[in-house]
């Protein structure tokens, strides 16, 4: 069978041969297309998915629940009455995925929020009427997973005309603030009464209410049926998924593609969108202000009316921030600390690839730390189609050539925020650093675990090494930290751990599934997880990630980040070690040199800021109920705004002491490349000013004693 090669960690696997046991032959309809989807799906997952679920009752209450918080996660549209109807479902839906193929639970629950859907319409365009009282004291509950679905219809009548005097009172306090601002200005500006401001509120929210609803009443079956085949998929774990045909195009221009835009990738967390990663080099990396976990609320072209993407499928969403190179969109967004902003980037042509290997040194004078290089990878790249292309495991070594030109003989090594990538490439660069020697262990179902070794028993690079990382370190990135790790290689640097994605997935064309039914097909794809990595210690990087020997402040450490907060994660598992040593060069000292980092963190001023900050982070994540008295929303938004403040300064100052220099053969590139040469001022400029580069170059510094 031919299989994409879309994957995120590139491992040689047998051709996979499904034979289709079901008959298809009197299947026509669009109907029909459903079940010969669904039935592939779960014939597929049983067949070859890593960890195959018995289908019972468990899994049936598994996908009940993920679903009803897929349809209505906020609980807008359900009411309880229509979870009875519903409830009967909750075990008998692996029932309906047997022979007998049955969509009867998602047809009544699509008649079920299409109507709640019709009957929300009513209530906020009725709320939109009302003459609110605001020094009434009362709130909001804004987390969906904190409410229980409305009563009745009564209730969840009252839930919408507080909900768009929610809308309207926030857009009331933030005029306000414009307002002052106006006025500050310009002396002679005219204040506008609270009355005005009101009015213009209540337009701005009918606008974006009846553009939401005209989207939602437009979603069509097909939609709905997503969303609904991602839930099963889900369940056997977070990174199983069904793509449409579309998404998968979408998917594949994410991964290797050009296209015009922002340069972030995007999924759908509930009914917001979240920022997954953002792309080196691209217009948000330039920008700046965009970050990883980021919510994107809404999105402008331009002046234009910004348009509210809550509960918009990913593929709307999309339709929406992209756009044609030079041209602005203004973004919405809701960071993980709670607060909101607006930002403003200027699209440009994205080459989703182009965040390749690439060095500097690094000096620091007050410490006398000098000729370290620093290798920042983005991501673990290659280019398996094409075999003049790049693959970063080659960049890296070429990069190591060219610092040890200069006489580095200590080098830190930057995987932060790297996603991971190919397998091949991080076994050769692991093997850069050590001698011939085993990696990584890699099991598929019911298959003893295959070692992948570095065969090459010649050394690129035998001087002090630090690995770099954070909690968006992912699946490859924590292949290479925890080899080192085993190894006594490295000193691994970073936050509590790593992201935990221990799993491999590839994606299979359902197409390829079927016989004959050309006038059902395409059908999709599904990307799904077929083989676990461990490490040559045994235990899986899955769920736990890698814990750091030096462990650094960080201001997501006080929350789930990571593997750790999807539902129904694979589980942390173990399997024999082999045997691995290496003689290349062994970190001694390493209680040392973790002791004498604690007391430097202590004692910085801004680690101790980056630890009250993430205190803050909790805080503001946890409390999601809202006053909805003006007075009294206005007064804890002020404090929020005068909280959040006091952390504007983080890393926003250059650290005194901090050289960066390029290496001659890059500045020679960025003389004939402006573009080339913006990103390397932008990204020395953000080195000068990160506690944690001056962190590593302090252990780097106890290492070379």
């Known amino acids: 069978m031919k299989l994409n090669r879309s994957i995120l960690l590139s491992i040689p696997f047998a051709a996979l041969i ?34 195959p679920l018995e289908v019972d009752n468990d899994f049936s ?21 229509d979870i009875t109807q519903l409830s009967k479902y909750e075990t008998l839906l692996d029932e309906s995925m047997k022979d007998d193929i049955s969509y009867e639970f998602f047809d009544m629950s699509v008649l079920l929020v299409e109507a709640g859907i019709s009957r929300a319409k009513e209530y906020y365009q009725e709320a939109l009427e009302k003459d609110f009282d605001f020094t009434k004291d009362e709130d909001i509950e804004l ?35 414009n307002e002052q601002e106006n006025l500050k200005e310009d002396a002679d500006y005219t204040v506008k009464s609270d009355e005005e401001l009101e009015e213009e509120a209540r337009k701005d929210v009918k606008k974006v209410f009846d553009k939401w609803f005209k989207r939602l009443e437009s979603t069509k079956r097909r939609d709905r049926l997503d969303l609904y085949l991602n839930s099963i998929a889900g369940v056997y774990d977070p990174h199983t998924n069904y793509y449409a045909p579309i998404e998968k195009e979408n998917f594949d221009i994410g991964m290797k593609g050009k296209l015009e835009g922002i340069g972030a990738r995007l999924q759908s967390d509930g009914e917001e969108t979240k920022v997954t990663e953002i792309i080196s080099g691209g217009p948000a990396w330039k920008q700046g202000e965009l970050k990883a976990n980021d919510i994107i609320l809404k999105a402008a072209e331009g002046d234009a009316e910004p348009v509210d993407l809550s509960g918009m499928l990913i593929n709307e969403v999309v339709s929406y921030i992209r756009g044609k190179k030079g041209t602005e969109v203004k973004l919405t967004v809701k960071s993980s600390d709670g607060t909101e902003r607006v930002i403003s980037i200027i699209r440009d042509i994205v080459i989703t690839n182009e965040g390749y290997a690439k060095s500097l040194i690094l000096d620091y004078s007050p410490e006398k730390i000098k000729n370290i290089g620093y290798i920042k990878l983005p991501r673990f790249y290659a280019d398996f189609d094409d075999p003049e292309g790049r693959q970063c495991s080659e960049d890296v070594a070429q990069e190591i050539k060219k610092l040890k030109k200069q006489g580095v003989k200590s080098i830190i090594l930057d995987l932060r925020d790297n996603g991971g990538g190919s397998l091949r490439d991080v076994v050769r660069m692991s093997g850069l650093f050590i001698e011939e020697g085993p990696i990584v262990q890699v099991k598929a179902r019911n298959f003893k675990p295959r070692i992948h070794e570095d065969t090459d028993d010649r050394v690129l690079f035998d001087g002090h090494l630090i690995v770099m990382v954070n909690q968006f370190s992912a699946s490859a990135s924590e292949i290479l930290a925890a080899a080192m790790q085993d190894y006594n290689r490295a000193v691994i640097i970073g936050s509590t751990s790593t992201f935990g994605k221990g799993t491999v997935q590839r994606f299979v064309d359902l197409d390829e599934m079927v016989w004959g039914k050309k006038d059902m097909k395409p059908l999709g794809s599904v990307k799904m997880t077929i083989q676990k990595f461990y490490r040559i210690d045994g235990g899986s990087t899955q769920l736990k990630g890698v814990v750091p020997d030096v462990i650094l402040p960080d201001s997501y450490q006080k929350i789930d980040i990571g593997e750790k907060e999807y539902d129904y994660a694979m589980e942390w598992t173990q399997i024999d070690p082999v045997e691995y040593d290496q003689d290349v060069r062994q970190v001694k000292n390493l209680d040392k040199l973790i002791a004498n980092s604690k007391k430097r963190v202590t004692l910085n001023k801004t680690f101790q800021l980056i630890n009250d900050n993430a205190s803050r982070f909790k805080k503001v994540r946890d409390d999601s109920n809202y006053s909805l008295n003006l007075e009294t929303y206005t007064q804890e938004r002020q404090a929020e705004l005068d909280e959040a403040k006091k952390y504007e300064s983080i890393m926003e100052d250059d650290i005194e002491g901090i050289g960066v220099k390029n290496l001659p053969t890059d500045l020679e590139k960025f003389k004939v490349d402006a573009a080339k040469g913006e990103s390397n001022d932008k990204w020395i400029k953000n080195i000068k000013k990160d506690v944690y580069i001056q962190e590593a170059l302090l252990v780097m510094k106890d290492m070379l004693k």
């Open 18 to 51: 499904i034979g289709a046991s079901f008959s298809y032959s009197h299947l026509t309809s669009d109907k029909g297309k459903e079940i010969v989807i669904l039935k592939t799906m779960i014939d597929g997952f049983k067949n070859y998915h890593y960890n």
């Open 143 to 177: 987390d969906g997973e904190k409410r229980k679905f409305a009563k009745d219809y009564n209730d969840q009548k009252e839930r919408w005309t507080k909900s768009i005097k929610y809308e309207i009172l926030t857009r009331v306090v933030s005029k306000k603030e």
């Open 61 to 81: 209450s598994k996908l009940y629940n993920s679903y009803l918080d897929r349809i209505d996660g906020a609980k807008r549209f359900l009411v309880q009455d």
